[in-house]
């Protein structure tokens, strides 16, 4: 019976060694996990940080404490919103509200300041966790995202440079005339002040470019657009209308409209004034002659009217020899309808045929038949 019991617990030492050996190997691996655990914890290419429902900084890793250039200490204990930069602090707190009303881990990007100051563009990731005491922690993943948000910035601006400038003067373009025209208008509805519209043809620019070339041509372009952006008003726009085609924008000129006038006036000289000096293109000295269309704009004055109306003043510019500015009134309206009406009534009359041919004869002295005058009679309907 003894020798039996004696037996029974020899078995049971041999188990218990077993087992004890099966824990002791299990504690190792558990170790070794726990060490390597920790080690991608700490070396992780992301900054990890644990945060109280306050936002303050209970756990973090190297590299979060390398990414906010502080040491770990010092970083421990510190609320997050200390790092967050000023412009951005909004933003963090409108994220964290949200966060914890819904739950949902959702991206953030915002601006960060480190220890000594430097700020950089952050992404962050932040999760809800409760641990067994029902208690809210924060866990934050962050990564410093400072070159692509800079690029992407980069990229925008290039987009917006080309939807927006011209690639030759890197004057506004038409559209961003138009656009700023639009607030210009709503701007003199609120002041009561008149603004002014220009349109700058460049006289025979089509000449230069047959005899000079393309380059030489643009060449010009480029240095008409330096002329005239260096001699603008605060607050008022230059921009390339298009060709050899420029366009300004006069803003807050006056509540009369004959003083409006007499200042756009005053200013339409004073770019004919710049324009006295010639233009050295690459060796060739050029003098430069341009025509102007000017027309005043109020409250109530449309974007398509007011381009209508300084197209009709630049073409009596041209009318006029050139070289020369006129503003808009009526009667420039008037004359340009007469005109358009005219020539379609001469199509018409040919279609219908109603010119005749009559022959007036041209005698002498004497009465003798010399010659005969050719003249059109047009049957007009009207």
Same mark, same amino acid.
């Given at each position: 019976?003894? +020798? ?5 617990? &020899? ?19 558990? @170790? ?10 700490? +070396? ?29 200490? $010092?970083?421990?204990? +510190? ?28 991206? &953030?990007?915002?601006?960060?300041? $480190? ?8 992404? =962050? ?36 440079t080309l939807a927006y400038y011209d690639v030759l003067t890197q004057l506004p373009n038409r559209r961003l005339v138009q656009d700023r ?9 609120? !002041? ?11 006289? @025979?620019? $089509?000449? =230069? ?56 006036? /005053? ?23 341009? !025509? ?40 420039? +309206? ?7 009406? =005219? ?15 009559? @022959?007036?004869? /041209? ?5 003798? &038949? ?11 309907? $009207?």
């Amino acid at each position: 019976m003894i +020798q039996k019991v004696l037996q029974e617990l &020899c078995i049971h030492q041999i188990e218990l060694e077993m087992q004890n050996e099966e824990l002791l190997q299990s504690k190792e691996e558990l @170790y070794s996990v726990k060490e390597r655990y920790f080690d991608l914890y700490e +070396q992780a290419p992301i900054g990890y940080c644990t945060l109280s429902e306050e936002g303050k900084i209970l756990q973090a890793n190297l590299t979060m404490a390398t990414l906010l250039v502080l040491p770990r200490g $010092k970083l421990l204990g +510190q609320s997050i919103k200390t790092f967050i930069s000023r412009e951005n602090q909004d933003t963090w707190y409108l994220y964290l509200q949200k966060l914890l009303k819904t739950h949902k881990t959702e991206p &953030c990007e915002l601006q960060m300041a $480190k220890g000594d100051g430097t700020l950089f563009w952050a992404h =962050l990731d932040v999760s809800i966790q409760h641990d067994v005491h029902g208690v809210v922690a924060l866990h934050l993943m962050l990564s410093d995202i400072s070159s692509q948000k800079e690029a992407q910035i980069e990229f925008e601006a290039t987009v917006y440079t080309l939807a927006y400038y011209d690639v030759l003067t890197q004057l506004p373009n038409r559209r961003l005339v138009q656009d700023r025209l639009v607030q210009a208008i709503g701007a003199v509805a609120r !002041s009561g002040l008149y603004g002014a519209l220009l349109f700058i043809d460049v006289d @025979y620019f $089509k000449s =230069l470019n047959d005899t000079r070339g393309h380059d030489v041509g643009d060449l010009l372009l480029i240095e008409i657009a330096n002329r005239l952006r260096s001699n603008i008003r605060f607050g008022d726009t230059v921009g390339r209308q298009g060709g050899d085609e420029f366009i300004i924008l006069l803003s807050n000129l006056s509540v009369e409209s004959t003083e409006a006038a007499a200042m756009a006036l /005053q200013f339409g000289r004073k770019i004919y004034e710049i324009f006295e000096k010639p233009f050295d293109l690459n060796g060739f000295e050029y003098n430069c002659k341009i !025509s102007t269309g000017i027309s005043l704009f109020q409250k109530d004055s449309s974007i398509e009217e007011l381009f209508k109306y300084v197209d009709i003043a630049l073409y009596h510019a041209k009318e006029a020899g050139r070289n020369t500015l006129r503003f808009f009134d009526p009667k420039m +309206q008037e004359a340009i309808n007469l005109r358009t009406t =005219l020539e379609s009534d001469l199509h018409s009359a040919i279609a219908f045929q109603e010119f005749c041919l009559y @022959y007036q004869p /041209q005698v002498d002295k004497v009465g003798h &038949c010399t010659g005969v005058e050719a003249l059109i009679r047009w049957n007009h309907p $009207k």
